[in-house]
């Protein structure tokens, strides 16, 4: 339907053209709030505790995970208790610090999963959609009613992936705790888990040796004792059917970085092998077993490298990874499918996969060598890959919004109105794909398409404050006085505070 375009937009609506805090504003508004299950998988089942922290699928074979699970760390006989106290004395905040590899998601996923057990259900924030944490939208009801344990891991990662000009992530995701206690929920626990090695100390703003870190206590998890690392070493060995006495088993844990990550991938890299454990093939470092689990597999798979490049893509968009998309990519590039690639990666453990999403593991080092912002012609790779018939599946329209979403973060207007009709075409419920086209709409001088998609973004969920923000603000910048005090009085009702 043809809308009322204006060419010369008069006064202050001339002003949103350029990057001005109303158009800022305005952006922001029209980022409706997260769902909890965008941002948050749900975990009630103990068994389900570790598939999600590790982003394995059911039944998928030699995991992390699957590493046995040792007491003996250094100064503390028992972890489980030990962290249970540190979030008690920490009011329910704790962050988990500690250098890589050394198990400190292994020792979360068994205490969570006790908890499982008790009655907690679980939040583990999911890792490919970063850019939408935030404060949420209106609560599911049967999450009142049970008590509720939030769980982010690699917090590190996520605080450096994120964008420049994005509100950073670590206020992002204060907004997201702050705004359940005022949605009602109270007893709710949250655990971090990051590395503290000097270039993350920085990055997190945590002093070294320090006990609290912003509203969180601060656990420093220690290291497995020789003697657990040996246990576990002698038992990776047995169940790959490879002999090792225990007098070398602990020669090869001296000889080591000493994390169990290390321990696990030189046992992998030998029963793939069928060879032998020993002094000459053994990997001291993580750094180096990762590296040549890479380079044999580029050996056999040399499209490794174009799946990996892909996943580090959509990561960097702020996009969900599904298989779909990275076949439609290489099919644009005119390069062979890419299936079997992907699926070494994930039996090498270097892409994790639950629920069809997939995650790229070890490219810490990738993201700071990668461009600061996406080119041009990324976007529009992204875009072709997404929006092609072959991408169709079952989450297709909930991931052309976030298509349309990450758009609009990255300031790109002139796409974003094709994209979020394609969701709403394909049946999008929502009303994120109608906000961020209004915009888009706005910036066009289409006025009375931007408000039409105002209004059917209301009628979608009308417990969202930023919707009624958003409208008021378009209001004022077109002089509708009554309008505006409507609009912003029933904004600061439902707790929108912008």
């Not at 000009?165 to 995701?173: D, F, M, S, T, V």
């Not at 080591?256 to 470092?285: C, E, M, Y």
């Not at 490219?363 to 060598?369: F, K, N, T």
């Not at 890959?385 to 991408?391: K, L, N, R, Y």
Request: charged fraction near 25%; aromatic fraction near 6%.
């Amino acid at each position: 339907m043809p809308g009322t375009a204006i060419t010369t937009p008069p006064g202050a609506w001339a002003s949103m053209m350029g990057r001005t805090p109303e158009r800022e504003a305005l952006k922001a508004a029209a980022q409706a709030r997260p769902r909890f299950e965008e941002v948050f998988e749900l975990v009630r089942s103990a068994e389900d505790v570790p598939k999600a922290l590790f982003r394995a699928e059911p039944g998928q074979q030699w995991v992390p995970y699957e590493v046995p699970y040792v007491r003996g760390r250094q100064g503390l006989a028992v972890v489980q208790q030990g962290l249970e106290d540190a979030l008690a004395d920490a009011g329910g905040r704790l962050l988990i610090a500690g250098r890589a590899g050394i198990g400190k998601t292994r020792e979360v996923a068994e205490w969570a999963a006790q908890r499982c057990l008790l009655g907690w259900t679980l939040a583990v924030a999911r890792p490919d959609l970063d850019a939408r944490m935030g404060a949420l939208a209106k609560l599911p009801m049967q999450l009142h009613d049970e008590k509720l344990v939030l769980i982010i891991d690699n917090l590190h990662a996520r605080v450096q992936a994120a964008e420049d000009g994005e509100l950073p992530y670590l206020e992002r995701l204060s907004r997201c705790i702050d705004g359940l206690a005022r949605q009602g929920l109270h007893d709710v626990r949250v655990v971090a888990i990051a590395r503290d090695e000097r270039p993350f100390q920085q990055a997190l703003d945590l002093a070294t040796e320090s006990k609290q870190w912003r509203e969180f206590g601060v656990f420093r998890m220690p290291d497995l004792t020789d003697d657990a690392l040996s246990t576990i070493l002698l038992t990776l060995a047995h169940r790959a059917e490879l002999e090792l006495n225990p007098g070398l088993a602990r020669e090869l844990v001296t000889n080591s970085d000493r994390t169990p990550r290390t321990i696990f991938i030189n046992v992998d890299l030998a029963r793939r092998k069928q060879a032998a454990l020993g002094h000459g093939d053994w990997l001291p470092t993580e750094g180096e077993t990762w590296r040549l689990k890479k380079r044999a597999l580029r050996a056999q798979y040399p499209a490794s490298d174009q799946v990996q490049a892909q996943l580090l893509l959509l990561a960097r968009l702020g996009l969900p990874a599904r298989g779909a998309y990275l076949r439609a990519m290489a099919a644009a590039a005119e390069r062979p499918a890419c299936d079997d690639a992907l699926q070494a990666l994930i039996d090498e453990g270097l892409v994790g996969r639950r629920q069809d999403r997939l995650t790229l593991f070890g490219h810490e080092q990738e993201l700071d060598d990668a461009p600061a912002k996406p080119h041009a012609d990324d976007w529009d790779r992204a875009i072709a890959a997404m929006t092609d018939e072959s991408s169709r599946q079952a989450h297709w329209a909930e991931d052309l919004s976030l298509l349309a979403l990450a758009l609009l973060r990255a300031d790109r207007p002139e796409q974003i109105t094709a994209i979020a009709s394609l969701a709403i075409a394909q049946g999008h419920p929502g009303a994120q794909p109608y906000k961020a086209r209004s915009f888009a709409h706005f910036l066009a001088g289409r006025l009375d398409e931007a408000m039409a998609d105002l209004a059917s973004a209301i009628e979608r969920d009308a417990a969202d404050g930023s919707t009624w923000h958003m409208r008021g603000l378009l209001k004022y910048l077109m002089n509708d006085g009554p309008g505006v005090l409507h609009d912003m009085a029933r904004a600061h009702e439902l707790g929108e505070d912008s």
